[in-house]
């Protein structure tokens, strides 16, 4: 169980890294010149990027909820496949009911923490969207 909460957690912290990374770091990496190459393209076509950061952070954060309950409906099969593959060995038959518990524990949590955020978010940008 240990080495599948390990794994959990690396996988959470691999993918949050590079959502993270992906809208951050991208437009500081490229200020001086994608930014302005991007900014006349937008400027010749009259269309202007108006997104506020609340959005690019619900975005951001949308979307690792979105893999950790991708992860979570897979650790739901994975138990359910060691279930059946028991063969009424109590401590597979055990293992496999926890992981099939927990994974349902986290994608409550999963879907708690996507309401939240975007009450928290919505509440401090002012109104809803």
């Not at 619900?58 to 409906?73: C, D, W, Y």
């Not at 009424?88 to 309401?115: F, H, M, P, R």
Request: charged share 10%; aromatic share 10%.
């Amino acid at each position: 169980m240990k080495k599948i909460l390990i794994t959990f957690g690396l996988i959470l912290a691999v993918a949050g890294f590079f959502a993270f990374n992906a809208g951050f770091f991208e437009k500081q990496a490229y200020a001086n010149s994608a930014a302005d190459l991007i900014k006349q393209g937008a400027d010749s076509t009259g269309q202007k990027d108006t997104r506020p950061v609340s959005d690019i952070i619900k975005t951001i954060i949308n979307t690792m909820l979105f893999i950790i309950g991708v992860m979570a409906v897979i650790m739901i099969i994975w138990g359910g496949i060691r279930y059946v593959l028991s063969a009424g060995n109590s401590a597979a038959l055990t293992s496999a009911k926890n992981t099939i518990v927990y994974s349902i524990i986290g994608l409550i949590i999963a879907i708690l923490a996507y309401a939240i955020v975007n009450f928290v978010i919505n509440t401090v940008a002012g109104g809803n969207r």
